[in-house]
């Protein structure tokens, strides 16, 4: 076996690169490089409390040139995104991409009224929720991302969480918006092709991106990658685009990995019985069974 230098990896074109802020093999680092890759320098990124504030907010930039962040508060990513790009247009700049950078807890949760909103309104930015299933900057408190049976800190002493993943992508294709799709760090070529699929276009889109995160799921930070692909085969997280809520696309075929093979890496899913195994993936082939149906697939 070789090993490789991981220094080596990178290149001048890199926007995110050791030593930065992040955890090591943390996935929302991962996601920000190759959305960065694909939408390019003409940016401003509107980022709330989060992991991704405190390793970017005013620290980025690419080829020596500074790339614009502006921190926003919690439950309004969305609207200030709208703002900017708004203010952007009226000064003559219709080219720079506005593009809110939010976690599941600022997206599912604080901010979910101000995504609705902008949403609703059409509001011409690209809003990009990084899923790393909790509020992990503060310590892995639940939020309607993290799934069920996990471990999080704001559960009651002992117990896991007791509530299913909140469905999002189905919130938003309801919002009709032009662009909705899923992508994952561990399938970087679908995730950079959708990133600039959404540059190319107007309106409102949306892209929910898996982030695994070592320190909130509890796995060693050599599986970030492997726990990525796993959420695919084992059909918790389908990569799919939706076009105006209605057109359905799935973009990779999951092998049907058992769900155990996922679970069992991390230590936040120590408490899930064999039973709760056999519910759990009850619900993941019945979400993936509407999933196939909405995509026009023959599913007998
Ligand atoms: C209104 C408000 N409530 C709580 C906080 C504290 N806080 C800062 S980051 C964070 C977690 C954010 O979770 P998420 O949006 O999922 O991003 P992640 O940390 O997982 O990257 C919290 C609760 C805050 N800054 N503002
Ligand atoms: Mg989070």
């Given at each position: 076996m070789t090993t490789t230098n991981?220094?080596?990896?990178?290149?001048?074109?890199?926007?995110?690169?050791?030593?930065?802020?992040?955890?090591?093999?943390?996935g929302a680092a991962l996601a920000l490089r190759y959305f960065l890759k694909a939408v390019g320098d003409k940016i401003v990124l509107i980022i709330p409390p989060g992991c991704t504030a405190p390793a970017v907010i005013r620290k980025l930039e690419h080829k020596g040139v500074p790339i614009d962040t502006i921190g926003s508060p919690f439950g309004n990513v969305a609207i200030i995104a709208g703002g900017v790009k708004s203010a952007l247009v009226l000064s003559g700049d219709t080219e720079t991409q506005v593009v809110g950078w939010a976690g599941d807890g600022a997206t599912f949760d604080i901010g979910f009224g101000a995504v609705s909103a902008a949403a609703e309104r059409n509001e011409d930015i690209i809003y990009v929720c990084y899923d790393n299933e909790g509020y992990q900057n503060t310590g892995n408190q639940r939020s309607s991302a993290s799934p069920w049976q996990t471990i999080n800190?704001?559960?009651?002493?002992?117990m896991p969480k007791m509530e299913f993943k909140k469905d999002i992508m189905s919130i938003m294709a309801a919002h009709a918006i032009p662009y909705a799709a899923t992508a994952s760090v561990a399938f970087p070529d679908d995730l950079m092709r959708k990133a600039e699929k959404a540059k190319g276009m107007a309106g409102f889109r949306f892209l929910h991106i898996m982030t695994p995160c070592t320190q909130g799921w509890g796995f060693p930070m050599n599986l970030t990658l492997e726990l990525a692909r796993m959420a695919l085969h084992t059909k918790i997280f389908p990569l799919f685009e939706v076009e105006n809520g209605v057109n359905y696309t799935i973009n990779k075929k999951p092998k049907g990995t058992p769900l155990s093979e996922y679970t069992k890496l991390q230590k936040r899913f120590r408490f899930m019985s064999d039973e709760a195994l056999i519910e759990l993936e009850k619900i993941t082939e019945e979400r993936w069974n509407r999933l196939q149906y909405l995509a026009g697939y023959n599913n007998t």
């Open positions: 991981i220094q080596l990896r990178y290149t001048e074109d890199e926007y995110i690169k050791p030593p930065h802020g992040f955890c090591p093999g943390c800190t704001t559960n009651p002493s002992g």
